[in-house]
């Protein structure tokens, strides 16, 4: 069971995919931000010096903090720490700008958006408050300079920030959800399958019985249950050894798999012991497809060992007057045992008809 749990390798791929996400993202926000930022300084007269240091900062940043965290040993508390970075980034130029109203919000709100959506309230806290921090010390530096005034082209160089870059991180944030979507999907089907058989386990078996049973009750349908022991199984284990009987379980498995039809519930019961929920049937269908069963696991051989042979002892019960899933169970298990008494390779089903 081991070996389904995430080694090291999944999980540095996965940091790896998180840190190229955030990069693209970086990216596209820098570019973003740095088209009114520019726009409002050279409104302002901003010294060419200061000017530069922004081209350099837009030019630069998203490849170092990506460098950084790539390289880094713990990707993602590097990348943390640069979000926080980033934050601390556009409280500085904020400030530079002297508080431009339109930009500002703009850049605020998206800041607030981006990092509640990578990592909640734990990385947007902290990003505020360097925000704030850079924000204050630079202003301060600045004089505490503001203005109330923005030009019709600031606002226009703004709005790609508003638009764009939301629709950017939502088509992220959907590509991310289908892919977890995927994974917790991959990791429910792991938890209800058999992995030696590929078939249903016992607790996927019995939602599925109570689903059934409660169908029948309602006279939707008529189900059946089969419980299928395969004879003499501990003598081929003891004698073949136990990677021989699990070769026999796989192929009897399948042939559960090939003769159930698109309704039925084929699954690992226990040990050595298989069932099959059998959906809107009746008696009949039923006992053809038991006597397929059976008949194709007669014939059944493995290439390695070809003088083993198998049969199979199938108890039958019908859902229908049975006042519980218990019962249901339970008279399956009494049909079984009732095969087993007679000499085992057969069948046995009490007749619902009453």
Not at 115 to 135: D, E, H, T
Not at 151 to 156: A, G, I, L
Not at 236 to 257: F, M
Not at 281 to 309: C, G, T
Request: hydrophobic fraction near 45%; aromatic fraction near 10%; glycine fraction near 4%.
């Amino acid at each position: 069971m081991l070996k389904n749990f995430p080694d090291e390798k999944y999980i540095s791929d996965r940091n790896a995919s998180f840190i190229k996400r955030v990069y693209l993202l970086r990216q596209a926000g820098v570019i973003l931000c740095f088209i009114p930022i520019y726009s409002v300084l050279e409104e302002q007269s901003h010294h060419k010096i200061t000017i530069a240091l922004l081209i350099l900062n837009a030019l630069t940043w998203p490849s170092i903090a990506y460098i950084a965290s790539i390289m880094s040993k713990d990707m993602l508390n590097t990348e943390k720490k640069n979000m926080i970075l980033d934050s601390c980034w556009a409280g500085m130029w904020i400030a530079v700008m002297q508080v431009s109203p339109i930009p500002s919000i703009f850049i605020v709100s998206i800041q607030i958006a981006d990092r509640y959506a990578a990592g909640g309230w734990r990385i947007l806290k902290p990003a505020l408050l360097c925000m704030l921090l850079s924000f204050t010390l630079i202003w301060l530096l600045n004089d505490f300079n503001y203005t109330t005034e923005f030009s019709t082209r600031t606002v226009w160089f703004s709005l790609p920030l508003v638009t764009c870059y939301p629709i950017l991180l939502s088509v992220v944030s959907r590509r991310l959800s289908i892919k977890l979507r995927k994974r917790r999907e991959l990791l429910e089907k792991q938890a209800l399958m058999d992995p030696g058989l590929d078939l249903p386990n016992r607790r996927f078996f019995e939602q599925k019985m109570e689903g059934a049973f409660r169908a029948t009750r309602k006279k939707r349908i008529l189900s059946y249950l089969l419980l299928i022991d395969v004879d003499n199984f501990k003598y081929i284990n003891d004698t073949y050894g136990h990677e021989v009987g699990d070769a026999v379980l796989s192929r009897i498995s399948t042939i559960l798999r090939e003769c159930a039809g698109a309704q039925d519930i084929p699954a690992r019961f226990g040990g050595d012991e298989l069932a099959v929920i059998v959906n809107n049937s009746n008696d009949q269908l039923v006992l053809a497809m038991v006597h397929a069963i059976q008949e194709r696991i007669e014939v059944l051989s493995l290439p390695s060992h070809k003088d083993i042979s198998c049969t199979v002892s199938i108890g039958i019960s019908c859902a229908k007057n049975k006042t519980s899933i218990i019962s249901w169970i339970k008279e399956a298990d009494e049909m079984l045992y009732e095969v087993k008494r007679n000499g085992k390779n057969g069948f046995c089903m009490k007749s619902n008809k009453k």
